[in-house]
């Protein structure tokens, strides 16, 4: 079992730029695809993107092509990084990460079931 830590959220100007990080605790994200969601309040998570498990595939949800990017550091920090660029109001969530055991080459579909969660991550974008 691992557990998952976010970090980097904050409070942003629109059109500015935030990095958030994802380092797992008690254990290794070597075996695990991850993704990235978020959440505001009223409504259900959804994906923003995902990342696998050797990192050299991402797939994105169509509002945030082009402004997010999502990569992962597999030999020294162990983390998963999504940064965030040309920020929105409507960027303004709760940000999570997930991670569901995959083989190397695997890009978890959006509605995959991810095994494990982090606490989030408060994003508020002003304007």
């Known amino acids: 079992q691992v557990q998952l830590v976010e970090s980097g959220g904050g409070l942003v100007q629109a059109g500015g730029s935030l990095r958030l990080s994802c380092v797992p605790s008690?254990?290794?994200?070597?075996?695990?695809?991850l993704g990235w969601f978020r959440q505001v309040p009223g409504k259900e998570r959804a994906i923003i993107g995902a990342?696998?498990?050797?990192?050299?595939?991402?797939?994105y949800e169509d509002s945030v092509k082009g402004r997010f990017t999502i990569s992962r550091d597999n030999v020294k920090n162990d983390a998963v990084y999504l940064q965030m660029n040309s920020l929105k109001p409507e960027d303004t969530a709760v940000y999570y990460c997930?991670?569901?055991?995959?083989?190397?080459?695997?890009?978890?579909?959006?509605?995959?079931?991810?095994?494990?969660w982090g606490q989030g991550t408060q994003v508020t974008v002003s304007s």
């Open positions: 997930g991670a569901g055991r995959a083989g190397p080459w695997y890009i978890p579909p959006p509605g995959y079931e991810y095994e494990y």
């Open positions: 008690g254990g290794t994200f070597a075996s695990y695809a």
């Open positions: 990342v696998s498990r050797r990192g050299d595939s991402t797939i």
